[in-house]
């Protein structure tokens, strides 16, 4: 009986094909990037937590991601089986939120309002499994074996009389990360002329606020400077 070379090097081609098939399907989900980085300073009070992998990450079924100051004691704690949990925003309580937001290759982790206070260092505790792949997979997280950051040393100086500019920076270079973060620093009653100026980025979060005058809310780009958030279940409040 005789083989072809043509047969048989198709062969070889199924073969190889199948190899680097079952290769990339068995390659974990890896996380490539965590912003604020490990040992950052400066970093604002309202500073959510940005997690980039290599592909698209889940939610895993079960898992507790905490935020830890330096004597050690929790100041915020994220279920991840949770997919939504109740804040208060700008003063207002009960509001439903996703405390984890996935869009493609990112998951940004919000944790409650002012639960980080000036000056100080924390520390966040990722669990194992706490993020899979779309196959149930758990997520590699050798990019980030101890995240520590420290948060600015105070709160930003602005004149008596204005008028008054804050800087919202989605990268942790201005005053504040948030928008709300922004708002809930503007006294209550506030008349003096206000700008908030919102750099360019996508600032995912509910923004409530109320008896705060004279605000303006400026964006450096009016297509780069996005305020969002998904319409659900997440975005009611309970009564």
């Known amino acids: 009986m005789q083989i072809s070379s043509a047969r048989i090097h198709a062969s070889i081609g199924v073969m190889l094909f199948a190899l680097a098939a079952t290769s990339l399907a ?17 970093v604002c009070i309202d500073t959510p937590l940005r997690l980039t992998f290599d592909g698209p990450p889940t939610l895993a079924k079960s898992g507790v991601i905490q935020i830890v100051d330096g004597a050690g004691a929790v100041v915020d704690s994220i279920d991840v089986s949770a997919r939504f949990l109740t804040k208060t925003i700008g003063g207002l309580p009960n509001f439903n939120y996703y405390p984890v937001v996935i869009t493609g290759n990112e998951a940004v982790v919000a944790f409650k309002n002012s639960v980080l206070a000036y000056g100080k260092t924390y520390e966040v505790k990722l669990p194992a499994g706490a993020f899979v792949d779309k196959d149930g997979n758990a997520a590699t ?31 942790n270079t201005g005053d504040f990360a948030t928008v709300q973060g922004a708002l809930d620093f503007v006294p209550a009653g506030n008349t003096v002329a206000t700008t908030l100026f919102l750099r360019k980025g996508t600032y995912n979060e509910i923004v409530y606020f109320s008896g705060k005058h004279n605000v303006t809310i400026q964006g450096e780009d009016r297509k780069a400077s996005i305020i969002t958030y998904e319409i659900g279940r997440a975005s009611c409040r309970e009564r």
């Open 26 to 42: 068995a390659a974990p989900l890896k996380l490539v990037s965590i912003s604020p980085a490990t040992g950052a300073t400066n």
């Open 141 to 171: 997280l050798d990019a980030v074996k101890t995240l520590r950051f420290s948060t600015k040393s105070a709160a930003p100086k602005l004149p008596a009389e204005g008028p008054r500019r804050v800087t919202i920076a989605a990268d």
